[in-house]
């Protein structure tokens, strides 16, 4: 079986939900079910056996080292962090708390068990870290794209906190031996998105009524990945990555957020029309920058498809009308996240445990 953390949040949803879609292979998953964690994610897998959901901290070194002990998972993938930008400019030390120290206690507990394997086991295990591009730091508009050569230079409290993590990563491969891969991905969008990031709040907002707040001018650049992509591109790092490599993921899909905002608009025109007839870009708001924001983040993903024949199965086009396809679809998933119900539940089902 494999050890997941952070599997009830944006993006180790998606991947343990198409794990156990594609093999039957039983998940382990970890998560503190933080404001991002959220259960209903996984709830088609209720009463799946394959599905093994333990609630703690990946930085409870008591517990990940029972949980490994008992489970004897042949690898783990690590999502859990603290991931929002925003969110990490207003309170950095919660990102320096789950990203930096949860590592830290995470790769020491992994060490332990993965010490107490046999040699057959040791020799296949894998610990896979699920980082970001923004730990390069930002580019100009001319400048080439983030190959996995690029030098760290990260500028916002979260991008640092995944670079240190990313560095402890790679200082148990090479001082301890551990066998591990880096993912460093780009913009990531898609179904389960926490609506505090520009797509869901986009959405989210629009049919609400609500402004659609641009940042600055609007054209910062990202490069944005399915969801699904980024998990079919952990699945195959995970199968078949060189240890100790970092693979840069990305989807060819460098965009300014307010083209993404337009695009975004233009399809509700399309799929759930303003009642008043007038057209969902009128709600976008221009607001005041966000400090330290990086201009342009681009991802040049070859290393992953020379080595390991890895592709987007999506465009942009495909893959943002399947997302806002789904907000539309799922409006009480919305609501349990953005009201609070959500929480009450975990502390009354896990009683804070
Ligand atoms: P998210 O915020 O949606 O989910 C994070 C999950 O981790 C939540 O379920 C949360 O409850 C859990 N968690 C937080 N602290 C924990 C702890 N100490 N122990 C156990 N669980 C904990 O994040 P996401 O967008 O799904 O991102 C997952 C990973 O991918 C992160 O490491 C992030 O840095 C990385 N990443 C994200 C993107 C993106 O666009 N979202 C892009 C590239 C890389
Ligand atoms: P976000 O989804 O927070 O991801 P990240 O900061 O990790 O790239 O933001 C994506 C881009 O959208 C980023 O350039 C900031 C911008 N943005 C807005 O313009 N308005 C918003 O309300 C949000 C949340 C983001």
Not at 233 to 244: D, F, M, N, Y
Not at 282 to 302: K, L, N, S, W
Not at 325 to 349: F, I, M, P, T
């Amino acid at each position: 079986m494999i050890f997941v953390t952070g599997g009830a949040g944006f993006i180790g949803a998606n991947f343990v939900l198409d794990w156990l879609g594609a093999t039957d292979e039983p998940v382990v998953n970890l998560d503190k079910l933080t404001y991002a964690g959220n259960l209903q994610n996984l709830s088609t897998l209720q009463g799946d056996a394959r599905h093994v959901f333990a609630h703690g901290d990946m930085g409870d070194s008591a517990l990940v080292a029972r949980l490994l002990a008992e489970h004897r998972p042949r690898a783990v993938v690590n999502f859990a962090a603290e991931s929002h930008v925003d969110r990490s400019i207003h309170g950095p030390e919660d990102f320096v708390q789950t990203n930096v120290i949860g590592t830290f206690r995470l790769l020491e507990a992994v060490r332990a068990y993965w010490s107490s394997c046999s040699a057959d086991e040791q020799r296949s295990f894998r610990f896979l870290h699920v980082s970001t591009d923004e730990v390069y730091g930002s580019l100009a508009a001319d400048d080439p794209a983030f190959t996995e050569d690029n030098k760290y230079e990260p500028n916002s409290p979260y991008s640092a906190s995944k670079a240190a993590s990313d560095h402890l990563v790679r200082a148990w491969h090479h001082t301890y031996g551990l066998p591990v891969l880096t993912t460093n991905c780009s913009n990531n969008y898609g179904p389960f998105h926490f609506p505090e990031k520009l797509i869901p709040l986009m959405i989210v907002n629009a049919i609400a009524g609500k402004p659609l707040p641009v940042y600055g001018d609007g054209m910062q650049v990202r490069d944005w990945l399915y969801v699904k992509d980024h998990c079919s591109a952990i699945r195959r790092v995970l199968e078949a990555g060189r240890i100790g490599e970092t693979y840069n993921v990305g989807g060819w899909n460098e965009k300014p957020n307010i083209e993404i905002v337009k695009t975004v608009c233009a399809l509700l025109d399309e799929l759930r029309p303003r009642t008043d007839g007038k057209r969902y870009a009128e709600q976008i708001t221009y607001v005041t920058d966000r400090p330290g924001h990086d201009r342009r983040y681009a991802i040049d993903a070859r290393k992953l498809e020379r080595e390991l024949g890895w592709k987007p199965a999506e465009t942009f086009d495909t893959g943002i009308r399947k997302t806002v396809e789904w907000y539309l679809a799922h409006e009480d998933w919305v609501r349990n996240v953005q009201s609070g119900a959500y929480r009450d539940w975990v502390s009354k089902q896990y009683g804070g445990a």
